[in-house]
């Protein structure tokens, strides 16, 4: 998701604040509303969702540099999570809650491995094939000769935005089901390590360029070395 809005020539810092807020929003409808498990999902996805949106509609509609407004957005939405939560972990105990997040298909591959490869498989068809993909990579090249092309330049700024909450809702499903509850301040700094792992794969910070193959590569080579350290017991600070 992050990809797409860096190769659309922005950036998305409230990735980490969207993730932590859809685990706590599905914990919420489990345990206090009493929601079946795969409607609260939805529902959690479809909040990062309109986050998202109002993410694209204040830099599209009020103008104003993604950096500050989806570095405020991520204040905000952060802090909501706290208020509403008191700051407090909330566990769920449902049946079957924590199979998405540590369970395997036929006891091989793991489910969060299976959303990855959907997600992937998804943006790459986007940005290979439709005409979304082809728009960003125009648009994050040169947004004025976009315009003047006739391009709705706003309009495609804002869906790419919606898609990239939409991605960290689903990653806030998977790490509450993962850890089995919703925690208001899990994720802290993740955007950093997100745009780390784009910008290491070969996505340009000027927009336009990149590929969503190289992303894939630069979170791997960053997952490769986190573990690999974890593995050799070098202390979290020295990381």
Known sequence: GETMVLVSGGIDLSVGS????????????????????????????????????????????????????????????????????????????????????????????????????????????????????????AIGGNADACRVSGIDVDRWRLIVYALCGTVAGVSGVLLSSLTGSGIPDVAVGSEMIVIAGAILGGISLSGGRGRIEGTLLGVFILGTLTNGLIMLNVRSYWQ
């Open 18 to 137: 969207v993730t932590a807020a859809s685990g706590m929003v599905v914990s919420s409808l489990i345990m206090n509303a009493d929601w079946p498990i795969w409607p609260a999902r939805l529902a959690a996805i479809g909040f990062a969702l309109v986050m998202g949106l109002i993410n694209g509609l204040i830099i599209t509609k009020a103008r104003i540099n993604p950096f500050i407004a989806t570095l405020a957005t991520g204040f905000i939405i952060r802090g909501g999570g706290y208020v509403a939560s008191g700051g407090r972990t909330l566990g769920v105990i449902r049946e079957g809650y924590a199979v998405m997040g540590r369970g395997r298909l036929m006891d091989v591959v793991p489910y969060p491995v299976i959303g990855l490869t959907v997600v992937y498989l998804l943006v790459y068809f986007i940005m290979r094939y439709l005409k979304l993909g082809h728009y960003t990579y």
